[in-house]
């Protein structure tokens, strides 16, 4: 999304600043989907030309990511908004965190949780299989989710009462969307949670690649990170 990069850029209208909805006002284009698509220079100049415009002139970008989506909501209604098509797509997936901490704020046992993320990894399949027979030439960079405790399981002001976050779980997630993409043609994985690592609570909020108001998501640095790191998926794509 849009909204926290340009929010931590101080690049939205003061409405969406206080209410934090995108739909009170203006957002700059500094999400990461947005940056892929194409550079935002007047922040980062050193990014010019690397793009998906620059290198595939003529373009088009549709943005349908939502804040706080969980997999069912991408399913049960974003990609209902998709019109089935033989185009050249490239289609990139975030999801998977709202899920997780949401599973994770209930405190289930190892054995139930571990269930919890069989269940997250077959619908993240499903969800994937979806998407290419909307678009069955579809080119689809999967997003692996990122640990912004550090491996330390702790992240401030969020999910607190729990104690340390499972992180076994995490990484059980990401290993099941690293197999999804193994499995199937013309699927990436960008490796976000690798090179995520180092810029979450473990160090000072100056190194930080998330969001100090909102430290699950990514402030404007991290778009542009991820926005890098979609961009070598892209070209390394078959």
Same mark, same amino acid.
Request: with cysteine.
């Given at each position: 999304?849009?909204?926290? !990069?340009?929010?931590? #850029?101080?690049? @939205?209208?003061?409405? =969406?600043?206080?209410?934090?909805? *995108?739909? #009170?006002?203006?957002?700059? !284009?500094?999400?990461?989907?947005?940056?892929?698509?194409?550079?935002?220079?007047?922040?980062?100049?050193?990014?010019?030309?690397?793009?998906?415009?620059?290198?595939?002139?003529?373009?088009? +970008?549709?943005? &349908?990511?939502?804040? %706080?989506?969980?997999? %069912?909501?991408?399913? %049960?209604?974003?990609?209902?908004?998709?019109? *089935?098509?033989?185009?050249? @797509?490239?289609?990139?997936?975030?999801?998977?965190?709202?899920?997780?901490?949401?599973?994770?704020?209930? /405190?289930?046992?190892?054995?139930?949780?571990?269930?919890?993320?069989?269940?997250?990894?077959?619908?993240?399949?499903?969800?994937?299989?979806?998407?290419?027979?909307? &678009?069955?030439?579809? @080119?689809?960079?999967? @997003?692996?989710?990122?640990? *912004?405790?550090? &491996?330390?399981? /702790?992240?401030?002001?969020?999910?607190?009462?729990?104690?340390?976050? !499972?992180? +076994?779980?995490?990484?059980?997630?990401?290993?099941?969307?690293?197999?999804?993409? &193994?499995?199937?043609?013309?699927?990436? =994985?960008?490796?976000?949670?690798?090179?995520?690592?180092?810029?979450?609570?473990?160090? *000072?909020? #100056?190194?930080?690649?998330?969001?100090?108001?909102?430290?699950?998501?990514?402030?404007?640095? %991290?778009?542009?990170?991820?926005?890098?790191?979609?961009?070598?998926?892209?070209?390394?794509? !078959?």
């Amino acid at each position: 999304m849009d909204l926290y !990069p340009a929010l931590d #850029a101080g690049e @939205t209208d003061v409405a =969406v600043a206080l209410e934090r909805i *995108p739909s #009170a006002g203006s957002v700059a !284009p500094l999400g990461a989907a947005s940056l892929l698509f194409r550079n935002e220079e007047s922040h980062w100049p050193d990014e010019v030309g690397n793009d998906l415009t620059t290198e595939y002139p003529g373009i088009d +970008f549709e943005q &349908r990511a939502s804040s %706080g989506a969980t997999m %069912g909501d991408v399913y %049960g209604d974003q990609i209902l908004t998709i019109d *089935p098509s033989d185009e050249p @797509t490239l289609v990139t997936l975030t999801i998977g965190s709202e899920d997780l901490f949401s599973a994770f704020s209930a /405190k289930p046992n190892r054995s139930i949780l571990t269930r919890i993320i069989g269940d997250l990894g077959q619908a993240f399949a499903v969800l994937v299989d979806a998407i290419q027979g909307i &678009r069955p030439r579809s @080119t689809l960079v999967l @997003t692996t989710v990122c640990d *912004p405790s550090d &491996r330390t399981g /702790k992240i401030p002001g969020v999910l607190d009462h729990i104690g340390a976050l !499972p992180l +076994f779980a995490l990484d059980q997630f990401n290993e099941r969307i690293r197999l999804v993409a &193994r499995e199937r043609r013309g699927v990436s =994985v960008a490796d976000a949670y690798s090179q995520f690592l180092g810029h979450g609570a473990g160090v *000072p909020e #100056a190194d930080r690649w998330y969001w100090r108001r909102a430290p699950l998501e990514p402030n404007a640095a %991290g778009a542009d990170q991820l926005r890098r790191l979609w961009l070598d998926a892209v070209r390394q794509a !078959p």
